[in-house]
């Protein structure tokens, strides 16, 4: 287990390295330098058996200006511990902006007799400027202690310059500290270079079993997770190694490999260890390898470790294949095989998609276990219905575990059937809508809503009266009516009815322009001229689903509500509409909007009107106070314009707008290199998210 140890100190210590030192010393400057010292005195007066970490000891106070005279003293003390901490504090500070502090650092790590703090200091350095490189270079190469060199290594690794490959390269090649070339190897790897691939080869052959398996591993990662031919040579030497790990290592970078590492794994699947044992079976579960199902099946039934019984079985239902069916029947079957085994065993045989499967399943639902009966309707619905030709025993099965005593297991029945998607479940499902559990009729609603939304439209648009919120909210968003359907009453009631939900309502909203009947637009202008403030946002949104011009009026009327969501939603609904009306209005709102996340929404709109009457009013937003506004004026030029337009605004960009600057030319670059289709030849969605991705 040493390369595991030696693995979790590996990302430890990348985890650590990466974290950038940041001096925090600007709200921090009132703090004395008493408070340091007074710190470094009471270490100093601790036993040494009761001290914490010299990497932590120094630090827990921060970062402040004030303290830097004292850590620098520090560094010079006579006791190692304090030293140490004191190198590990200065490490938290900026050193571009602290000469003193890198010199002293660098000072110990190059002179200091004590290998724990040059150490230290190699780590210290790790989250500095790569101008450190040299001093960490001669200190991989050159220092005497292995402790040093590795912590150097480390810190090399993050760099990621030049200097510092060629120093990884020759800490592999050239150590004489297992452990130091083990981390060379991967700080290698982690660059995910395939120029480093020779270098890694040569050193398959390390003397030490540890450096034998990091190296396998930084192959691959180098050779981007793709076995070629020439890395899967390599790997298949490996899984002769006289060592375990080595062994395990080659198994678990073959998957997904070429058909030339099947054999070599399907012996592998036999090795005497049971954890190369393992790799090799999810290798070959990987990749669907179908002459395996014999060799993957006798570890189901004979190997002594539950661990490789458990992925063996995983790995059948992988193969997608009627072969491997009975041997998932009869380990699901086996009365003395433990219940993971047996769980994984029926989750598998959904995923075989093999029918044959059927009989195990439906005795399944029946299983004592309510968790086994759950995953049983799992399974049942994870098979390929749509290529059988007769549900009915299924469906007879679970419409008897409809009322099966746990919710669990009646939410996957649900889900089953809507997988079935037969008709004669919905009478059984009706009948179920009186079930104690909210979730339970969610999916009852669901699935009646898959199996024939249209048909069944009266039957969800009674769920509207339900107790729970939650399910309206589902029986709302599976409504779909029969085309040319007249918007029911029931509907129009709950639109009108005060006390109703609001999130409820847009659902309902939206769900009533989703058959495209001209007919509810009026309806829904109605329902808003009376609707509260949270509920108005959404109708407005489902405007925006089924533009309509008889919208045009009352949209703009909410370019002044009291809600930023309205007035936001409105911009959005007039773009959909694209009525020229729309434009002084929005301008006119754009102006005086102090919401930053409305006037995006207006600027976006814009872009959908007639570019001439709307081009002076998205380059004024280059100078508007928020950047996200700033950046969607770019994006919105950015469809109305050719790149020869966009060159001409960005001549015209004053200096002071940078971002606008940089996205202008971000946007003639998309352009250049994906031109815009012929006009017509495209649509785009007038919805806008709130989320920034900068």
């Known amino acids: 287990m040493r390369l595991k140890a030696l693995m979790l100190r590996v990302k430890a210590a990348l985890a650590g390295n990466r974290e950038t030192a940041a001096d925090d010393s600007a709200g921090e400057a009132a703090r004395a330098a008493s ?5 470094i005195a009471s270490l100093r007066a601790q036993p040494p058996d009761e001290r914490r970490g010299a990497n932590v000891s120094l630090t827990d106070p921060g970062t402040a200006d004030a303290f830097v005279p004292s850590l620098l003293a520090a560094t ?11 190198i590990h504090a200065l490490g938290h500070y900026d050193m571009e902006t602290h000469a003193q502090a890198a010199q002293a650092v660098i000072r110990a790590l190059a002179g200091d007799p004590d290998a724990s703090i040059r150490a230290a200091a190699a780590a210290a350095l790790a989250s500095q400027s790569p101008k450190h490189v040299h001093a960490l270079v001669k200190a991989a190469l050159g220092d005497a202690s292995a402790e040093v060199r590795t912590q150097a290594v480390l810190a090399l690794g993050v760099f990621r310059t030049e200097p510092a490959v060629e120093a990884l390269k020759d800490r592999l090649g050239h150590d004489q500290d297992a452990e130091v070339r083990a981390f060379a190897a991967s700080m290698l790897g982690e660059l995910r270079r395939a120029d480093l691939i020779p270098d890694l080869r040569v050193a398959v052959n390390d003397s030490d079993e540890g450096v034998r398996a990091t190296v396998l591993s930084a ?16 790997l298949l030497a490996a899984l002769s190694d006289t060592s375990a790990i080595v062994r ?15 054999p070599a794994l399907m012996v592998a699947a036999n090795d005497e260890v049971a954890r190369v044992r393992l790799q090799a079976v999810i290798a070959l579960g990987s990749m669907q390898v179908h002459q395996a199902i014999d060799t993957l099946a006798n570890r189901v039934f004979s190997d002594p470790d539950e661990e490789v019984r458990y992925y063996a079985v995983n790995a059948l239902g992988e193969m997608r294949h009627a072969g491997a069916t009975q041997h998932l029947i009869d380990a699901l079957n086996k009365p003395a095989e433990t219940r993971r085994v047996r769980w994984a065993a029926l989750w598998a045989l959904g995923d075989n998609n093999d029918f044959d499967a059927l009989p195990a399943l439906h005795a399944a639902l029946q299983d004592p276990d309510a968790e086994f009966r759950e995953r049983a309707a799992d399974s049942l619905g994870s098979l390929p219905w749509e290529a059988h030709p007769d549900p009915t025993a299924t469906l007879q099965s679970l419409c008897r575990a409809l009322s099966d005593a746990e919710p669990n297991v009646r939410r996957s029945v649900c889900d089953a059937l809507a ?8 009478p059984f499902l009706a009948g179920a809508l009186g079930d104690g559990d909210d979730e339970v009729r969610c999916k009852i609603i669901e699935a009646i809503s898959r199996i024939d939304a249209k048909r069944h439209a009266a039957l969800i648009l009674g769920c509207l009266q339900d107790p729970s919120r939650r399910v309206q909210q589902c029986a709302a968003e599976a409504l779909w009516l029969p085309d040319g359907a007249v918007t029911p009453p029931e509907a129009l009631a709950f639109l009108r009815a005060p006390d109703a939900d609001a999130q409820v309502k847009g659902a309902l909203a939206k769900s009533l322009t989703r058959h495209g009947n001209p007919a509810a637009i009026a309806h829904l202008i109605d329902a808003l001229a009376t609707a509260q403030a949270d509920a108005r946002a959404g109708l407005v949104e489902a405007l925006r689903e089924q533009p309509d011009p008889r919208a045009v009026a009352p949209l703009l009327g909410l370019l002044s509500d009291d809600e930023d969501a309205v007035r936001g939603e409105a911009a959005l609904a007039l773009a959909a509409i694209g009525d020229d009306e729309a434009v002084p209005p929005l301008a006119s709102r754009l102006k005086r909007e102090p919401s930053p996340e409305v006037r995006r929404r207006a600027v976006w709109a814009l872009s959908f009107f007639t570019p001439g009457k709307v081009l002076p009013l998205l380059t004024a937003s280059f100078g508007d106070s928020d950047p996200h506004v700033r950046q969607q004026a770019v994006q919105a030029l950015a469809e109305i314009c050719d790149v020869s337009e966009l060159r001409d605004l960005l001549s015209a960009l004053p200096k002071r707008r940078e971002d606008v600057r940089q996205a202008l030319e971000e946007a003639i670059e998309a352009l250049e290199n994906d031109p815009m289709p012929d006009e017509g030849g495209r649509s785009r969605r007038v919805g806008i998210g709130t989320v920034h991705y900068v």
């Open 35 to 39: 408070e340091i010292e007074d710190l």
């Open 76 to 86: 010079r003390d006579e006791d190692p511990y304090i030293r140490a901490s004191a």
């Open 219 to 234: 192959l691959r990662e180098c050779a981007g997770f793709e076995v070629g031919p020439a890395l899967c040579n390599v």
């Open 248 to 262: 395990e290592t080659a198994a678990e970078a073959l998957r997904f490999s070429s058909p030339e590492a099947i």
């Open 419 to 426: 997988s079935l998607r037969d008709a004669r479940a919905v």
